[in-house]
């Protein structure tokens, strides 16, 4: 089992910053994949981003790419999200995710935090 503890978020205003931290425990950090997620109200759940055991590589969709920027500490057991010229439609309750090597799908979810991005 891997827990998921996120903190961060808040209300802030278009073209600000905000960073999202994703504290992990329960499994050997290092091995796990780790990604965020986001849902905006009335929306499907959309993915934000992705981050390599290794913590090398990092993928973004086009959304956030050039915004968003992930990075993780394997010896704090931490994954970092952070959110730069945030726009209104921003605005969702984010997600951080894990997955193990064997797995096809992240099946361990932090609890979530509210992003809200006012105009």
């Known amino acids: 089992q891997v827990q998921l503890v996120q903190s961060g978020g808040g ?12 504290a992990a425990s329960g499994r050997t950090f290092s091995i796990l994949e780790m990604a965020w997620f986001r849902r905006a109200p009335g929306k499907e759940r959309q993915f934000v981003g992705k981050i390599t055991r290794s913590g090398d590589t990092t993928y973004f969709p086009s959304s956030v790419k050039g915004r968003f920027t ?18 209104p439609e921003d605005t969702a309750v ?26």
């Not at 278009?14 to 960073?19: E, K, M, N, V, Y």
């Not at 993780?72 to 726009?87: E, T």
């Not at 193990?100 to 991005?117: A, I, R």
């Open 11 to 22: 209300l802030v205003q278009a073209g600000d910053s905000l960073r999202l931290s994703c």
């Open 70 to 87: 992930i990075s993780r500490d394997n010896a704090k057991n931490m994954v970092y999200l952070q959110m730069d010229s945030l726009k």
């Open 94 to 119: 984010y997600y951080c995710a894990a997955r193990v090597p064997t797995s096809g799908s992240y099946d361990f979810w932090g609890q979530g935090t509210q992003v809200t991005v006012s105009s």
